[in-house]
């Protein structure tokens, strides 16, 4: 054995070394032994070396019990029974919390391993070393929260089999023990409740945990409910009695008998003066009681929905009257201005409304303005607090905003039971904020404005017809004729600004606040205010807000794209804005050349000054690059061109599919661009950087400028293929399939042209050694090969498979086989799937006489027909599996077409040669031959069957 005196002495020995020894202990076969004698026999010095050697038996209990032989299974039990018997007669006995709890622990361990099997007296034995001493019953309460724990906690992440042994360690303890403990623990809290108030609050907790599952009458009595009502008197009791009572009132029972109890509670709590609480009430009592109001309310109803399911009218009628009688409550807890209190009741609050909800065709006598209250009330909460620190954002801004959002679900439920009441108070509370805005508080204007803003996500209809007066036309007359966007506070701006974006239609309907808001946004109150979140959202937003009234802009926009290039041409532009930010003020400015153009040769003649600084500062860039001192100062340089290539390509997004470049006649001004950027493509240093930028840049061009971009492609390919690395064909292979999709056939000898050096490229990377463990380099293999299948399917299922064909004969038939061999070796049905797509196609351009390559339809019956049976037996081919039945069912298509082409002598081709070597019965290859000739639908669900039982076969065949 080590030197244990290291491990007993661990606060004057080297910690570390008290840990070797530690797990040297562990891994010896004795070690626990040592451990648990150690420790019951008090040769632990310190507290730290008591907690390693419990340490010690725990990983025992953990690792090697379940293995351990009868006898030393009684060893360890009985050193812990003797140590809590020792307890038992010590009464000066103290530990620290931590040494308790792992001892309790040790205990729970040992209950899960070893009762009721092996350890059936667990429960006499623990009961037997009781006292109503402190030391005892701390000791005891905390081995049953610790068994809790391990058996009932469903916070724990268990497995069936646990799950299963839980449940027998739970029945056994029914009827074994649980009355028992039920006893102990109301002896406890009687003896606890003229002094001891900390063992109590600790009983009351254990008594809470295991209410959950043990029979509810046990506690839900007059013996306990009686003296939990005394502890709700008892100031240091009674945040403990409140939860405890919370967890007796959640546990499933009878409708009316839970409606009696309910009722009997309320009733005493609001006796005894409880219920309302006072105001100087300790917070944490009034988060306890709050919680067990909102309980109260939660059960009532649901106990009140099961009476009237069960046509029990009555009872139901007696618990709706109850339900309305705690409103008051929680009127009360909902607005305390405590939001860990208030939240507690929300539960209470939306079950009350789909109560009313219910009740709609004949609501009960003021419920309307009951309902109306609540919302008041919840409106004025989602008000932000003082102490909001709006910079610096920590766990209280956090929890405040789970629980404004909690405050929106029950915001959403009103407006779903009454949005016409919604409607009006809201009207009723924020136009009045809103019309004297400058002498009130920012958190009060800021949920005046939110509250309109909500509105728009529950209250359907057209609010904003020109031929009605609406309350919500009405309020947002209001938000921008009071001229709340001034006021100095972030937050009411920023709603201010997101309201008007979220009703566009208001301003479609009413151009003449248009400009108001427009100045807005381009002024200290938007894009030039302080805040950096408050200008970096309004630069989507004005993005949004543009593009939506842009029709409405004529008169003013030549105006605003002045403000707004003065902006993007401000000294400070790049700490006033990120490039995210730039990207949607390029967007933005876009839109308004747009709008402020006159015609189509204005608009060219606009938009073509618009884009010069971009050109500009381009061709000033792209020199320094290959000058650069340094790699860094070439990344750095080539990533501000990126950067120059986005806000071009930005600005290409304003144009759409009813308002296209052509339309607008902008073709000349980015066609002018194309060659520019593309003079990227020839500098060396930087070249990922630079070469992504140009390739997004073409993507936009070939959405926008259609056929005008045509010319740029072939310098272009040549520049992208020239020294590409893997990565580069991966991401070049979209770009080709947005072209093949864009313009198909119109580019069919460009193709042709691109094709093999693509392909070369493909198979040359695919094809090189990869070091093992480098993942990197594996994925990027993986990337490529899914590319590659992508760039085939968009050739051949586009009509483009003459593409493939009309090339040499070697690469038209490396090009396929590497579809064949995918069958075979890639473990992924939806390729698979894709590839006999993809064979299909090519065997139906052949069946229409075209040439696909030189003796086609013997690579047909030597490589094409056999992959149809050899993918689906691979391992990874469950028939189970819906993308390999699709697979599947594609694999079935194929054979179809090629039985279209050959007919008969595929099929005596199957039945004579190719069945025959797979050792297939000749009844079962004339059977499949048979399928092969039905419909395809009859076809497709033989097929699942055929290759379950080739699958079972080949199997069988290996065993």
Not at 80 to 100: C, E, H, I, P
Not at 368 to 394: R, T
Not at 498 to 510: A, D, H, P
Not at 577 to 604: C, I, K, M, R, W
Request: glycine letters at 4%; aromatic letters at 8%; hydrophobic letters at 45%.
């Amino acid at each position: 054995m080590m030197d244990a005196d290291t491990l007993l002495n661990v606060d004057s020995a080297d910690p570390r070394k008290a840990e070797a020894c530690a797990e040297h202990l562990k891994n010896s076969p004795d070690g626990w032994k040592f451990c648990a004698d150690a420790f019951v026999r008090g040769l632990c010095r310190t507290e730290p070396a008591k907690f390693l050697c419990l340490h010690v038996v725990e990983h025992f209990i953990g690792t090697g019990y379940s293995a351990a032989s009868p006898p030393d299974r009684q060893c360890l039990r009985q050193l812990l029974l003797t140590w809590l018997q020792q307890r038992s007669d010590d009464a000066g006995a103290r530990d620290k919390s931590f040494v308790l709890n792992k001892v309790a622990q040790v205990f729970a361990m040992l209950l899960v391993a070893d009762y009721p099997a092996q350890w059936p007296t667990f429960f006499d034995d623990l009961l037997s070393c009781l006292k109503l001493e402190h030391h005892i019953i701390d000791m005891y309460l905390r081995i049953l929260s610790a068994i809790d724990k391990e058996v009932v906690d469903r916070e724990m992440n268990r497995n069936d089999a646990m799950l299963e042994r839980n449940t027998l360690i739970k029945d056994h303890m029914r009827t074994d023990c649980v009355p028992r403990l039920v006893d102990s623990w109301y002896e406890i809290l009687t003896a606890s409740e003229s002094g001891d108030h900390e063992l109590a609050c600790a009983c009351l907790d254990v008594v809470g945990t295991y209410v959950e599952w043990i029979d509810i009458g046990l506690i839900a009595n007059t013996r306990y409910t009686e003296l939990l009502l005394r502890f709700m008197t008892v100031d240091t009791l009674r945040e403990n009695s409140c939860l405890c009572f919370h967890e007796i009132l959640s546990k499933g029972m009878d409708a009316q008998v839970k409606i009696g109890l309910v009722e009997s509670l309320a009733k005493v709590l609001e006796a005894s003066g409880i219920l309302p609480p006072e105001e100087d009430v300790d917070p944490d009592f009034m988060a306890a009681l709050a919680k067990l109001v909102g309980c109260i309310g939660v059960q009532l109803i649901s106990s009140h929905n099961k009476l009237l399911k069960a046509g029990a009218v009555g009872p139901a009628s007696e618990a709706r009257d109850a339900i309305d009688n705690k409103l008051q409550h929680m009127f009360k807890f909902l607005n305390d201005e405590g939001d860990d209190i208030s939240q507690h009741v929300i539960p209470f609050f939306i079950s009350y409304l789909n109560v009313l909800k219910v009740e709609t065709e004949n609501p009960r006598p003021n419920a309307k303005e009951s309902v109306q209250a609540l919302l008041y009330i919840i409106i004025m909460k989602m008000k932000y607090d003082d102490s909001y620190s709006f910079d610096e954002s920590g766990e209280d801004e956090a929890m405040f905003l789970e629980y404004r959002h909690n405050l929106k679900v029950v915001f959403d439920n009103i407006a779903q039971l009454n949005p016409q009441l919604l409607l009006e108070t809201i009207y009723g509370i924020s136009v009045p904020i809103l019309q004297q805005w400058q002498s009130l508080g920012f958190s009060d204007v800021e949920v005046a404005i939110r509250s309109i803003y909500l509105i728009g996500e529950v209250v359907p209809g057209n609010h904003f017809a020109a031929d009605k007066a609406t309350l919500l036309k009405s309020m947002m007359e209001t938000v921008v004729t009071s001229r709340v966007s001034y006021h100095a506070h972030p937050e009411v701006g920023k709603q201010f600004f997101e309201t008007v974006v979220r009703y566009e239609k208001f301003f479609q309907q009413n151009t003449s606040h248009i400009a108001d808001v427009l100045s807005a946004f381009l002024d200290q109150r938007g894009l030039l205010n302080d805040s950096a979140s408050l200008r970096s959202r309004c630069c989507y937003l004005l993005s949004r807000f543009v593009k939506a009234v842009r029709v409405h802009l004529q008169s003013i926009a030549g105006d605003a794209l002045k403000q707004l290039q003065s902006i993007m041409a401000h000294p400070a532009r790049e700490e006033l804005f990120n490039f995210h930010d730039q990207l949607f003020l390029y967007e933005t400015a876009g839109a308004l050349v747009l709008s402020s153009a006159s015609s189509p040769g204005a608009t060219a003649s606009a938009m073509k000054q618009f884009l010069a600084p971009l050109i500009d500062t381009f061709q000033s860039l792209l020199p320094q690059v290959c000058a650069a001192k340094d790699d860094a100062e070439s990344v750095r340089l080539a990533e501000n061109i990126s950067q120059v290539i986005s806000y071009a390509a930005r600005v290409s997004k304003t144009f759409s599919s009813q308002q296209t470049m052509k339309q607008c006649g902008c073709i000349e001004p980015f066609c002018e661009t194309v060659p520019v950027f593309l003079e990227a493509l020839t500098v060396a240093p930087a070249r990922d950087v630079l070469h992504a930028a140009v390739r997004l840049y073409l993507h936009r061009m070939i959405v926008c400028l259609e056929g005008a971009v045509v010319p740029y492609i072939p310098n272009a390919f040549s520049h992208f293929l020239k020294d590409a690395q893997i990565r580069d064909i991966q991401e070049l292979i979209p770009l080709v399939n947005q072209l093949i999709l864009k313009f198909k056939a119109q580019l069919h000898q460009l193709f042709v042209e691109v094709f093999v050096p693509l392909v070369d490229q493909v198979f040359a990377f695919l094809g090189a050694p990869v070091e093992d463990g480098d993942q990197q380099a594996q994925l990027e293999k993986v990337g490529l090969h899914k590319a590659y299948f992508t760039f085939l399917s968009a050739l051949i299922n586009n009509g483009l498979s003459t593409v493939v064909t009309q090339q040499e004969a070697s690469v038209c038939q490396h090009v396929v086989m590497s579809i064949v061999r995918a069958t075979t070796e890639s473990s992924d049905p939806q390729l698979h799937k894709t590839c006999f797509i993809l064979l299909r196609k090519l065997v139906e351009s052949w069946s229409r006489g075209a040439t696909v390559m030189p003796e086609f339809e013997q690579f047909v019956y030597e490589n094409i027909v056999p992959a149809c049976f050899l993918s689906p037996l691979q391992p990874s081919m469950s028939m189970q599996d819906a993308h390999v039945f699709m697979a599947v069912t594609e694999n079935g298509n194929l054979m179809k077409a090629i039985l279209a082409k050959e007919g008969t002598q595929l099929l005596h081709f199957l039945q004579v040669k190719y069945l025959p070597s797979l050792n297939l019965p000749a009844e079962l290859a004339e059977e499949y031959c048979g399928a092969l000739q039905q419909d395809i639908k009859v076809l497709r669900s033989y097929l699942k069957a055929f290759f379950t039982r080739l699958q079972q076969m080949v199997q069988q065949n290996h065993r």
